[in-house]
């Protein structure tokens, strides 16, 4: 079954997204965990989270994806900067286990200046110190642009940071297509010869979801500007075989594009379209 959804608002609840995804033809979704600029999260509401996971079940939402906070960094070489993203990351796992199996991506974080491989580390040692053996969430860390001195721009990258992870059956990796694109990778024009590569430095089965965007931007250009699908430099033949490749099509598919509801609802109907059930 093809799992497409897009990001919501989480300002009224969970019911309120599984019924906003009902609405729009949805099957999953993306929310922040909390205000993007990282303040303080919303209390669970227990009886919210009760009927959204009814709801869930009927409707056939079987995964989502919480997304943190995009200011975190967890690679800062400020000790307050790092406390900050591993309290708020910690907090969120905490709250994830009230809908269990599920989702949480992160940007893995900017080394600004003091180089990768601290920048790593940094990384490593925060997601060591917040990931439970307890814990049923599958944290994911996100493959970045390469704007400015983000980590995770290339394969090899978020590899040394999985190999740094103790409990390795706790992470993967969510594929931006906007990002990757901007990273240099061609999905354009060579898609297996990119997932070989995904393959062969992580390993495939660390995939566990994508984020579908087109590209304001060229190939490599390190820019991460999100477009409509269709309307960047990615296009919808290369959307096409990326939701029907066999490698990808059992994934959660979750558009970051520029769009209100009725554009998701749009680019959601045309992606069911080209679909090959
Ligand atoms: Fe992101
Ligand atoms: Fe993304
Ligand atoms: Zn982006």
């Known amino acids: 079954m093809f799992k497409i959804g897009c990001h919501l608002s989480a ?28 303040g303080k999260a919303k209390e669970i509401d227990e009886e919210d989270i009760k009927k959204f996971l009814e709801k869930s079940k009927q409707i056939g939402i079987d995964v989502i994806l919480a997304h943190a906070p995009y200011t975190l ?16 990351m910690a ?20 080394h600004v200046g003091q180089g990768v491989e601290i920048g790593i580390k940094n990384i490593v040692d925060i997601l060591n110190e917040v990931i439970t053996k307890e814990q049923t969430t599958t944290v994911l860390l996100e493959t970045m642009a390469g704007k400015g001195s ?8 978020l590899k040394q940071i999985i190999d ?3 409990l390795k059956d706790k992470i993967g990796v969510c594929l931006d297509t906007c990002h990757v694109n901007d990273a240099g990778y061609d999905i354009v024009n060579n898609l297996d010869g990119v997932l070989e590569e995904f393959d062969k ?19 490599g250009s390190h820019k991460d500007r999100h477009e409509k699908i269709g309307e960047g430099t990615i296009g919808t033949d290369a959307f096409e075989r990326i939701i029907n490749h066999p490698k990808l099509r059992n994934l959660p598919f979750f558009l970051e594009t520029p769009n209100e509801l009725d554009g998701y609802e749009k680019e959601i109907s045309l992606l069911k379209t080209l679909y090959k059930n």
């Open 11 to 38: 300002s009224k609840g969970y019911l309120d997204m599984a019924e906003t995804s009902e609405r729009i033809g949805a099957n999953t979704f993306q929310f922040f965990t909390r205000n993007p600029r990282g």
């Open 73 to 88: 960094n967890c690679a800062s070489s400020d000790l307050r900067v790092r406390e900050f993203a591993k309290e708020t």
């Open 91 to 110: 907090d969120d796992l905490k709250r994830m286990e009230y809908t269990p199996n599920n989702l949480y991506n992160f940007h893995p974080g900017s």
């Open 150 to 157: 983000e980590i995770g721009r290339s394969f090899e990258e």
């Open 164 to 166: 740094g992870v103790k």
């Open 201 to 219: 430095i992580i390993g495939l089965e660390k995939l566990k979801a994508i984020h579908i965007n087109d590209s304001k931007n060229d190939l």
